[in-house]
């Protein structure tokens, strides 16, 4: 096994999927995952989704790098966040709010459980 692993769309099968009806807020999204790295409790990947809006809920740790788009974040309580090309965050457990792509958003994430 190699010890470098390139994170490319290239030769993975993706991984279609919408969030739950009940909790779309707008819009249609279709999400498409490229995991490309399963170990007990970590997970690593390519993520795209379509335009719309959904609640969500993080109960792991999440790294995320935003390659194409925008989308806007927002916790219960907080402020919007716009998620850009070339930013980077770490969602933290107990993340509660709405993800909103106002564009298509391609990210690269790290996820531990």
């Not at 959904?54 to 309580?77: K, N, Q």
């Not at 716009?82 to 107990?94: E, N, Q, T």
Request: hydrophobic share 35%; aromatic share 10%.
């Amino acid at each position: 096994m190699a010890h470098l692993l390139r994170l490319t769309r290239d030769d993975v099968t993706p991984e279609i999927t919408r969030p739950d009806p009940a909790k779309v807020v707008a819009g249609d999204p279709v999400h498409t995952t490229w995991n490309l790295e399963t170990r007990s409790n970590l997970f690593a990947g390519l993520w795209h989704t379509t335009v719309g809006e959904w609640r969500c809920e993080y109960s792991e740790w999440e790294y995320v790098h935003i390659l194409e788009g925008h989308s806007v974040l927002t916790e219960d309580g907080g402020v919007a966040t716009h998620l850009r090309a070339g930013d980077s965050y770490v969602i933290r457990p107990g993340f509660r709010g709405t993800w909103r792509a106002v564009e298509p958003t391609l990210k690269d994430y790290v996820i531990m459980t």
